[in-house]
């Protein structure tokens, strides 16, 4: 697999090394097919919710003749219990969602990466104590604790909410890439490293860090579905206050309004469950081409 | 660590001497993780403490002002009034309330409910608690039997449809959350095709009920649990499912399985006594993580199923901001979650005797 997919070296204008990095990129991006899919269903999902909006406003009149209206041409989703557009709610809902789980995924990521190489890398005592925080730290039923700290410190803003999970996500991130970093640590390469005498700081970020780049782009992919179950999760209940219509809101407002009792808001409650669920599942399954593509081993033509 | 393994060392010699004796408790396996599972505790403890006691408008100081600005009381009283609500002496030095706060805890007193006084938190703890330990536990044994055994059967018929059927089905269960997964059974099979009964579902046991340890009780608990049960074995099933199966196929390459077949054994040994149990062996610690996050999960499972548990309790708590119950379920849930992997762990120490000496 590696040998057909390694682009032989040449000395070419940058222009046209270039065009060969992204024609690599492509290919093995779609070397897995499912990895593929859901690499451009994520991508989908991104313009849906930024570039979407501009097109289709989010519809807030209230008519009480079009109360769950089951879908038509004018709302391709239906209507929700104040007769307004879901699908209107689900383009402009999809935003706030991606931001809060791209911001906790960073943060999480971050600390994983930072302390969990160092703690696989260096060892010693280090590794002791960064060990010893993190199984307690994971030990911690992680969202009841989120919901505790939710109810003490209000939050009010979607960054705030980002912040505070991405500062409790890490531990389980980072019990994974400190395994890599132990095994990586005995290869070849590091061990020629260290015996080059490259210092701890160049063997961690020219060496190490490249080659665990697939598991650091697949623990974040993961920190991800974290946030969105978490956001989802807390909003559900109630505990982040609501402002503008996002998936988890309008699943948390159909429950509250009692829409999952009737024949016809069957829409209103299915099209955020389903919209979250395909975020999800695309995410984890673009991981499998990321992996590939984040390879250094596989990316000759750079 | 180091010292007392070193302490050990030298005091080999003289067999009986105590510091030999205290060198081989510290490096027990089980000794250590049970350090750490009372390090976790007093760790949790003491940060719901200055949530609670210390940090700027925190509930203990919102509840007294609350009782002075709208029922006029003088301060003192007030004190005195949240001081008996939360199970601390205001007038002592912080940290003496903290240790106070500490032997009320040991001794099983959480405080009362701010909401309904009169109620203690342990009166709420004993009478949820058990309901959320029995599905939350059942889920968790029924998902983990069904993972292994699938795990295993898909790493022997690997690339079969049965195989693929199931890796796909698995990955897309997996990757919606939990509570949506209860949100579809109730809106599918309760509402829009009314095959279950979500309503008389609803609780931890019919209201007629006297609990008691005959078979009407049993099955009534078994029907309220079910749909709880079914929504956690069906989320973590995949994980187990997919886990199993990747390390049955790397136990199925090592020699000793080799060797196994070369003896001609039989092949219904070699896949229980060999590859089974071997690849069962790293699923343990990987429970320690999944009992947490199941338990997460049932605060907002329960909340769906109106089913009795602590969960549904903790997040009615957390929504009319109780902060004494809010305080002592989150306690005792994590507490259950540190047992529950402390058990896991000797458990683990037990079935695969390497692990204790690779600790050290």
């Known amino acids: ?6 682009e032989d070296q040449q000395t070419d204008s940058i222009l046209v090394s270039a065009w060969k990095g992204f024609r690599t990129f492509v ?7 499912v990895g593929f899919v859901g690499f451009l269903v994520v991508i989908f999902m991104i313009l849906l919710s930024y570039a979407g909006p501009l097109f289709i406003e989010l519809d807030t009149k209230t008519k009480i003749d079009r109360i769950y209206i089951t879908p038509t041409l004018e709302h391709p989703l239906g209507t929700d219990h104040q007769g307004r557009d879901i699908w209107s709610q689900i383009v402009n809902g999809g935003k706030d969602v991606i931001y809060v789980a791209f911001l906790a995924a960073l943060i999480s990521t971050v600390i994983a990466v930072v302390f969990g190489t160092l703690s696989g890398f260096i060892g010693g005592w280090m590794d002791s104590a960064i060990m010893s925080v993190t199984d307690i730290i994971l030990t911690i039923p992680q969202f009841p604790l989120l919901a505790v700290l939710a109810a003490f410190i209000s939050l009010n803003s979607l960054t705030l909410l980002g912040i505070l999970m991405g500062l409790l996500n890490w531990p389980t991130l980072l019990r994974a890439l400190r395994a890599q970093a132990l095994s990586l640590k005995q290869r070849d390469f590091i061990e020629a490293a260290r015996a080059l005498d490259l210092g701890v700081w160049h063997i961690v970020l020219r060496e190490l860090v490249p080659n ?16 969105v179950y978490q956001q989802a999760g807390l909003v559900f209940l109630g505990l982040v206050p609501i402002s503008a219509g996002n998936w988890s809101v309008m699943i948390q407002l159909a429950w509250v309004r009692g829409a999952i009792f009737y024949k016809d808001s069957v829409w209103y409650i299915m099209a955020p469950i389903v919209a979250i669920a395909i ?3 695309a995410i984890i399954s673009m991981t499998r081409s990321l992996e590939l593509v984040f390879n250094p081993r596989l990316r000759a033509s750079e | 660590m180091a010292t007392a393994a070193d302490v050990s060392n030298v005091s080999t010699g003289r067999i009986s001497s105590p510091l030999s004796i205290l060198g081989a408790i510290w490096g027990s396996y089980f000794f250590r993780k049970f350090l750490r599972a009372l390090a976790t505790i007093f760790i949790v403890t003491t940060i719901i403490f200055f949530l609670v ?3 700027p408008g925190n509930p203990i100081e919102i509840y007294v002002n609350q009782l002075v600005v709208t029922y006029g009381l003088p301060v003192h009283e007030a004190k005195d009034q949240a001081a ?3 199970a601390i002496d205001l007038e002592q030095p912080v940290i003496l309330q903290y240790f106070s706060y500490l032997q009320n805890l040991a001794r099983g007193n959480f405080g009362q409910s701010v909401l309904s006084p009169g109620t203690t938190v342990t ?12 599905s939350v536990g059942l889920g968790l044994l029924i998902s983990f039997t069904i993972g292994v055994l699938f795990g295993v059967i898909m790493a022997y018929r690997r690339d079969s449809y049965l195989d693929h059927g199931l890796t796909v089905l698995s990955s897309v269960i997996s990757s919606v959350p939990d509570f949506l997964i209860g949100l579809l059974i109730v809106v599918w099979l309760g509402v829009q095709w009314k095959i279950l009964p979500i309503a008389a579902m609803r609780g931890a046991y019919s209201s007629g009920m006297v609990p008691g340890l005959n078979l009407e009780f049993f099955l009534d608990a078994f029907f309220h649990g079910a749909l709880p049960i079914s929504t956690y074995v069906l989320t973590s099933v995949g994980f187990w499912m997919l886990s199993m199966k990747s390390n049955t196929i790397s136990t199925l390459g090592e020699d000793y399985v080799t060797i196994a077949k ?7 040994r070699i896949t229980t006594a060999y590859v089974g149990r071997n690849a069962i062996l790293p699923l343990f610690t990987i429970l320690t993580i999944r009992i947490g996050f199941v338990v997460g999960g049932s605060l907002l499972v329960e909340q769906i199923f109106e089913y009795g548990g602590i969960g549904r309790m903790l997040g009615q708590a957390i929504n009319q901001r109780d902060y004494t119950l809010m305080q002592g379920i989150f306690l005792i849930i994590t507490f259950s979650v540190i047992f529950a992997n402390f058990f896991a762990d000797v458990l683990y120490g037990w079935l695969d005797p390497r692990i204790k000496l690779q600790d050290n």
């Open chain 1, 1 to 6: 697999m590696t040998a057909q997919l390694v």
């Open chain 1, 27 to 33: 290919r093995l991006l779609a070397y897995n097919r």
């Open chain 1, 212 to 227: 665990m780049m697939p598991y650091i782009v697949v623990s974040f992919a993961l920190g991800m579905t974290f946030a």
């Open chain 1, 279 to 281: 975020l999800q599942l």
């Open chain 2, 53 to 55: 006691r210390l940090l």
């Open chain 2, 84 to 86: 008996a609500l939360f």
């Open chain 2, 123 to 134: 009166e709420v703890i004993l009478r949820f608690l058990p309901w959320t330990l029995f």
């Open chain 2, 262 to 268: 070369a003896r001609g054994l039989k092949e219904w």
